[in-house]
């Protein structure tokens, strides 16, 4: 596991590969590849249930970029970048609202484009349209002392830092990457860093001599959002890095905990 970490081949090392790793990879490439031949000319992808959102074309579509680059898959990073063209776009009909999880699907697939694709024409292509995207979005949720917790809160965390570190910048004061871009970064880092583990320092319970943390939006603590708020909390520390510090590190480990004790045993934590 730690091999697979640091990105070492786990035939250069001599190592078993992780059957875990092997198992999510297997599943994602599953979960991707019927999206090329359900995507509109123009970006967007068939839904016959929910229609146009104001954030699924921009997750779906940093998703696909990630997967394709993972797998050397072209035809799913066009597809991914496909949609974060649609999603940035601002003549795309969306809801109308700022949607902090649309944000950080496009800040997590502006990131990863810039490092991977970085003299791919079609991202050359449509980069300008991302940068002006990201210029424009303002802050939503999050304040240098947030006292209440949900997942929107880690998406707009994500966000970011994300935005922070794409280099793009603007003159509004209202914006993200506007003059008071630090100090937003900062209400972010803090967040992650210092607020969660603070916010449920009294949620730890005991079970079998294990600290286990249900983390999940407050007030209700809903099984269905407990793997994506851990995730999105797990990501949030992983940009982090060592300035995130071993209180969060050890709240995502008590959440894993949590889920493991609740599991049913078919793997469902959630009905």
């Known amino acids: 596991m730690a091999l ?9 090392t001599g190592a078993q590969p992780d059957p875990v790793r092997h198992l999510a990879r297997s599943l994602a490439r599953q979960i991707a590849a019927p999206w090329p031949d359900r995507q509109y000319a123009n970006g967007r992808f068939k839904d016959e249930v929910g229609g146009p959102s104001a954030y699924g074309e921009a997750v779906l579509g940093y998703s696909l970029i990630a997967v394709g680059l993972r797998e050397d898959d072209r035809r799913l990073v066009r597809t991914g970048l ?17 949607s902090v999880i649309q944000n950080a699907g496009v800040g997590l697939a502006y990131n990863l484009a810039e490092r991977r694709l970085g003299h791919d024409p079609l991202w050359e292509r449509f980069r300008p349209v991302a940068r002006d995207f990201i210029s424009r979005q303002p802050l939503v949720h999050l304040r240098a002392d947030n006292e209440l917790f949900s997942n ?5 965390s994500l966000e970011v830092l994300a935005f922070h570190s794409s280099g793009v910048t603007s003159s509004r004061t209202s914006t993200i990457v506007g003059p008071h871009r630090d100090r937003i970064a900062g209400y972010a880092t803090g967040f992650l860093r210092d607020r969660v583990p603070s916010l449920f320092a009294g949620d730890v319970r005991t079970v079998d001599g294990d600290p286990t943390l ?10 269905a959002y407990m793997g994506l708020t851990t995730g999105l909390y797990a990501r949030g520390i992983a940009r982090l890095g060592d300035e995130a510090g ?7 480990r008590r959440s894993a905990e949590a889920a493991w004790r609740l599991m049913a045993p078919d793997g469902d934590v959630a009905w």
Do not use: H, N, Q
Not at 214 to 223: G, T, V
């Open 4 to 12: 697979a970490c640091v990105g070492l081949p786990a035939a250069a």
């Open 82 to 98: 496909r949609a974060i063209r649609y999603a940035t776009d601002p003549r795309s009909p969306r809801d109308g609202k700022t």
């Open 152 to 156: 929107k809160l880690l998406f707009e």
């Open 214 to 223: 249900l983390l999940s939006d407050r007030p209700d603590d809903p099984l």
């Open 246 to 252: 071993g209180d969060p590190r050890v709240a995502v």
